[in-house]
């Protein structure tokens, strides 16, 4: 959903009988277990696991790296054969499909499953995590909130050449809550779409939700909750969120049946902010431990705040949804 969002952090059953191209950030299986990866001399990525009970291979290609932005335009996406080959050459290739890639020695991951790298230098990857969490802290109540999903993921270079979440807290109406923000990149460039549904839905290849979760919140109890998912802006790649009070009853949000009264602030000791990689490149991720709160007599909190409003004009420079 989208939602009014000082420490800098790099982030870090169904067979298909014929050729398809999967959209940007790919995910290759639900629930998967039993995790292998092989990339073959062709460049080609072999996924193969156990999903429900039934050994699966997935044949990935003919994509690396992300574009950028761009109206219209195409994302970097893979071409995928759900048959472990039989698609592209009737063959059942998984069966005396070798294994070309050498071990993994590329930047660390979030949530990371295993990885190789390449013939020709290039990496691959697989990421697994619980990206449809229910916001404002609840616990899932279905089996699709709590779905784990299995990313892949293929690109060159090192860390450099990843997307890249810069984050930053301060607070907001005049101290009384906290507040996270910054901008998210690509290669340098704002990662944004162009367009979404009214509450926040991507619905173009480009546009990219943040995951943002929130480590024992006193309104929500112990361990990581999810706290609230949003979009980058358009143009500025910027992201701005309160920990306010939130009704879930409205807004979009999903909610347990009964659900009555106000959830949050759902601020916590730590917070975590996920994003799925531009075109096919890795899912990545910031983290930062939370900010305390403010004290108007203190001078250091209001010199923060202030250097925290200029910072902001800085990095989204125009952007009405984020403002002091």
């Given at each position: ?78 071409q995928i054969d759900w ?91 005049g101290g009384k809550w ?41 309104a929500y109890g112990q ?102």
């Open positions: 959903m989208t939602r009014r969002l000082c420490l800098l952090v790099s982030c870090t059953a169904l067979v298909l009988l014929a050729p398809q191209v999967a959209s940007a950030s790919f995910i290759v299986a639900r629930n998967a277990q039993n995790i292998q990866l092989a990339v073959g001399s062709q460049g080609w990525a072999m996924v193969s696991f156990t999903e429900n009970g039934t050994a699966k291979h997935v044949l990935a290609r003919g994509a690396v790296d992300a574009s950028v932005p761009k109206p219209g335009a195409k994302q970097t996406a893979f048959a472990g080959g039989w698609s592209w050459q009737h063959k059942q290739l998984w069966k005396t499909f070798g294994n070309a890639c050498q071990p993994y020695d590329g930047p660390g991951l979030p949530f990371f499953v295993t990885g190789c790298k390449a013939p020709d230098g290039s990496y691959w990857a697989l990421q697994q995590w619980q990206r449809a969490l229910p916001d404002l802290g609840f616990d899932p109540w279905t089996p699709q909130q709590s779905v784990m999903e299995l990313h892949l993921s293929h690109w060159t270079g090192n860390s450099d050449s990843l997307a890249r979440i810069e984050a930053y807290q301060d607070w907001s109406y906290n507040e996270i923000f910054g901008k998210v990149t690509y290669k340098g460039a704002p990662v944004h779409g162009f367009r979404s549904t009214g509450v926040g839905g991507p619905l173009d290849p480009f546009g990219r939700n943040l995951y943002l979760d929130t480590m024992n919140a006193s361990g990581w909750k999810r706290e609230n998912s949003f979009l980058a802006h358009n143009p500025t790649g910027a992201f701005c969120y309160g920990f306010f009070k939130f009704d879930p009853t409205k807004g979009g949000y999903q909610h347990p049946a009964g659900q009555t009264g106000l959830r949050g602030p759902g601020t916590g000791e730590q917070y975590r902010i996920t994003m799925i990689g531009p075109g096919v490149t890795p899912d990545v991720q910031a983290t930062v431990q939370a900010l305390h709160p403010f004290n108007a007599k203190d001078p250091n909190d209001v010199k923060l705040e202030q250097q925290a409003n200029q910072l902001r004009s800085e990095i989204a420079p125009g952007d009405r949804s984020c403002h002091a």
